[in-house]
């Protein structure tokens, strides 16, 4: 037996680690190689990350889709620059039930409380009020109510009516009044000086203007003094009638009605400060009947500020105590009402009540929601309203 030289037993060590080492080496590249080819191709990958990525780019998407969906809505309703048309209905059955409900189109009464019914139909006055989802900016409106003995409360033509009594301010004091008030060349009008309680009459008048139905105007500019004097400042009035010019209203009122003991019934046009200083003109209206459906109405520059109900009551002719048709202070309250401040350009009575009634109408420069009255004694069965712009 030979014995290997101990190089030559080093030597064939140092070549089996050395193709040892080599192996691993080439182990590890395939390994890499083999990570870089793995069956998680870009194709798979791709798939697994797409969920991810289209919910990212909806909510993109929506982030600027919404706001501008608002500012588009916004835009479209508030200038409308394709036109806008549309009508609105309510029909009343026979058990005046309204319908339908909507808060676009609903009935209220005069105080402007929401009406569900009309069991009782129209007694002296109700109000369509038109609410649309969309700003209105000089639209049209075509109105029309069915039903019987109701109207729309469309403004009355002063010019019209040939009255009883006309008389005329501007000029001078007509000779057939009598008072303190003085005539104002500057501003044409008689003038009523609140300072020195001044006042006009009519004499001989305590019997007229008071024993059936009769239609009053007033044409007349209070004061800015006026709009800090208080309440119940008369423009005219016979006492048991009286058109009243106040802080907050225009108001006309009768009684007391039938007797010394009846009532009193009033209807009243709402005013602001921006009111005074101005001209204004009021139509006030006593229309009694004896089977019910007797009303006062109050007409203010063209608008109607109301009509109430008087039933069969009617004005109790002897309350007035002899006291003349008068000007510019009631002494209703116990004397304790002001006195008017201001001009008064004239004054008409006739001795009748005057009527316009229509139960179709338009209106033209309609802005936003609107109020449209409708009149009388009686049943409404539809009432229906077209915009167009």
């Known amino acids: 037996m030979s014995v290997e030289p101990f190089y030559m037993v080093f030597e064939d060590n140092r070549k089996k680690e050395f193709e040892k080492w080599k192996s691993m080496k080439d182990y590890d590249r395939q390994g890499s190689t083999n990570h870089k080819n793995n069956t998680y191709s870009p194709k798979h990958i791709s798939n697994v990350e797409e969920p991810h990525t289209f919910l990212t780019k909806f909510l993109i998407f929506l982030a600027f889709a919404i706001p501008v969906s608002i500012l588009g809505y916004a835009f479209y309703i508030n200038y409308l620059p394709f036109g806008y048309e549309n009508t609105y209905s309510l029909t009343i059955d026979e058990s005046g039930i309204i319908s339908p409900l909507s808060n676009e189109i609903y009935l209220t009464n005069s105080q402007g409380r929401k009406l569900l019914s009309l069991p009782d139909g129209v007694q002296g006055q109700v109000n369509v009020v038109l609410n649309p989802n969309v700003i209105l900016k000089d639209a049209r409106a075509n109105i029309t109510v069915e039903g019987e003995g ?106 007391r009605m039938n007797d010394i ?46 009509r109430t109900s008087i039933l069969s009551d009617k004005i109790y002719e002897d309350y007035n105590s002899e006291k003349d048709l008068s000007f510019g202070w009631s002494p209703h309250n116990y004397e304790k009402n002001p006195y008017f401040d201001g001009c008064l350009y004239s004054t008409k009575i006739i001795d009748e009540v005057f009527l316009e009634q229509k139960q179709q ?27 167009s712009k």
């Open 150 to 255: 109701v109207y729309l409360a469309t403004p009355i033509n002063i010019s019209d009516i040939v009255w009883d009594y006309n008389w005329d301010f501007s000029q001078s004091i007509p000779q057939a009044f009598q008072g303190t008030a003085t005539y104002d060349s500057e501003q044409q009008c008689a003038y009523f000086n609140a300072y020195g309680e001044e006042t006009l009459y009519l004499p001989d008048s305590e019997d007229m203007f008071e024993s059936g139905p009769m239609s009053v105007y007033a044409k007349w500019k209070p004061s800015q003094v006026s709009k800090l004097l208080g309440n119940n400042q008369q423009i005219l009035g016979h006492y048991n009638w009286e058109l009243w010019q106040s802080e907050n209203n225009v108001q006309f009122r009768v009684g």
């Open 261 to 306: 003991n009846g009532t009193f019934y009033s209807v009243s046009y709402p005013i602001d400060p921006n009111f005074f200083g101005k001209e204004h003109e009021a139509l006030a209206i006593y229309s009694p009947n004896v089977e019910g459906s007797g009303y006062i109405e109050l007409w203010v520059d063209g608008n109607l500020g109301g």
């Open 361 to 387: 109408s338009v209106l033209y420069g309609i802005n936003n929601s609107i109020v449209i009255p409708i009149i009388g004694n009686g049943n409404i069965t539809s009432v229906r309203v077209m915009i």
